[in-house]
């Protein structure tokens, strides 16, 4: 039977920290999705980044490296360990982040590409990567990717991205998309009780609207507009303002200190609530009692979070950019990402007129049915099944 080596490494929480983010969701729920499915058509088993590690003398050599020593571990070590017994068997290997994929391999392996952030948004990266091994570092992803037998493509703006800045023929991708877990459209509004008791938790106003948002704070996601569209929505209005809530892991990005400098420079130190992470459980009743996700990131190569806000029963205002319109359609209000006027109009709409929120609530529930982990899954086997016959590759 053919055999697909599906790399796990993800699921590790020691691991570049995927665990917490978009990438360890994707590797968990379809691990849980191929553990569980009857009758595959072929066999899938694990491997992880632990083959990185080699032999106890050569990780003695490589920590003795000034600088590299991670490099050194996926571009050479890797691809000899992938030849070894511990992938014995395997016809072909998964990686489930392109990134974390080494530029070569002695095995035939498929790549998906969650985004193309380094090329799309070169620019934006460049003052605070400017070294050669930044620039090293992108060159030998971007190589993984071209190297790869088959792509796996998150959505068909990432497919066209693909294949245009690489060069990459469209019969080489499929598109996989992402799914939303059903926990999500399990959010009801909270009782009073339970909203003031979560508000008191949270440290959040009792009585304000929340405007929530919800994922990093790298130069991509655009926090420039988010606090600028705030500055527009709660000028002259103080306690009266809605309260934008952000929720995620960032005290450890570059970005941070520019972050806090920014709000107190534009005195909204009363109007932003940095919650940080919260567990899925706290997250969801989170969602429960805020009135608008705000999503103005400039590139996404999904956008994984405004979808389960619209499967959450959350209004959505997001920019109209990359993968947006593919993703959310007509069931969020899109606007351009560097429109703050724009961002505070429609977010205002929402906050202000409740049948225009219940109707965008609505076609949100409605939306984010059609993206479920079990197509993903299903799309992914199509994908595996492909590499098994050969077809076109």
């Known amino acids: ?32 999705f191929f553990s569980a499915a009857q009758d595959l058509p072929l066999a899938i ?24 020593r991670q490099t050194v571990r996926q571009q ?10 511990a992938t014995r068997g395997m016809d072909i290997l998964h990686f489930p982040a392109h990134l974390d994929a080494p530029s070569w391999s002695p095995k035939p392996f498929m790549v998906t590409v969650l985004d193309l952030i380094p090329v799309v948004c070169a620019d934006l990266y460049k003052a605070d990567n400017p070294g050669w091994r930044f620039r090293f570092g992108r060159f030998l992803e971007l190589r993984a990717i071209k190297s790869a037998k088959l792509i796996l493509a998150i959505s068909e703006h990432t497919a066209h ?36 008791a979560l508000r008191t938790r949270l440290k959040l106003s009792q009585i304000r609207k929340i405007i929530l948002y919800v994922g990093g704070i790298d130069q991509r996601k655009n926090w420039q507009t988010l606090l600028s569209t705030m500055e527009i929505l709660s000028a002259g209005k103080g306690e009266e303002a ?26 909204l130190a009363q109007h932003v609530r940095l919650c940080g992470y919260l567990d899925e459980a ?23 979070t405004p979808l389960e ?8 205002v997001s920019s109209n950019a990359s993968a947006m319109p593919e993703v959310l359609g007509d069931a969020a209000m899109l ?19 409740g049948e225009r929120a219940r109707l965008y609530a609505e076609r949100g529930r409605k939306r984010a049915q059609s993206f479920t982990w079990e197509r993903t899954g299903v799309e992914t086997v199509r994908a595996y099944q492909r590499c098994a016959s050969g077809d076109g590759l």
Do not use: C
């Open 335 to 353: 606007v351009d990402p560097l429109d703050s006027k724009g961002f505070a109009a429609a977010i205002t709409t929402i906050l202000h007129d």
């Open 1 to 32: 039977m053919y055999t697909v080596g599906f790399d796990t490494s993800a699921l590790d929480p020691s691991f570049k920290a995927h665990a917490q983010r978009g990438i360890g969701r994707y590797v968990r729920e379809l691990w849980r």
């Open 282 to 304: 706290e997250l969801l009743r989170l969602y429960g009692i805020s009135s608008v996700f705000f999503f103005p990131s400039l590139y996404e190569g999904f956008g994984l």
């Open 76 to 85: 050479l070590v890797y691809p000899a360990t992938l030849a070894g017994p």
């Open 161 to 196: 991205d693909v294949n245009r800045l690489l060069g990459i023929p469209l019969d080489r991708i499929m598109v996989t998309p992402l799914g939303v877990d059903s926990k999500f459209s399990e959010v009801k509004k909270p009782s009073v009780d339970e909203e003031t």
């Open 45 to 68: 088993k694990p491997f992880s980044h632990e083959l990185l590690k080699g032999t106890s003398l050569l990780e003695r050599g490589i920590n003795l490296l000034p600088m590299g």
């Open 242 to 267: 809605p309260l934008l809530v952000m929720a995620g892991k960032i005290d450890t990005d570059l970005q941070y200190p520019k972050l806090l400098a920014q709000i107190e420079l534009r005195g």
């Open 309 to 316: 806000a619209l499967a959450a029963g959350v209004p959505v």
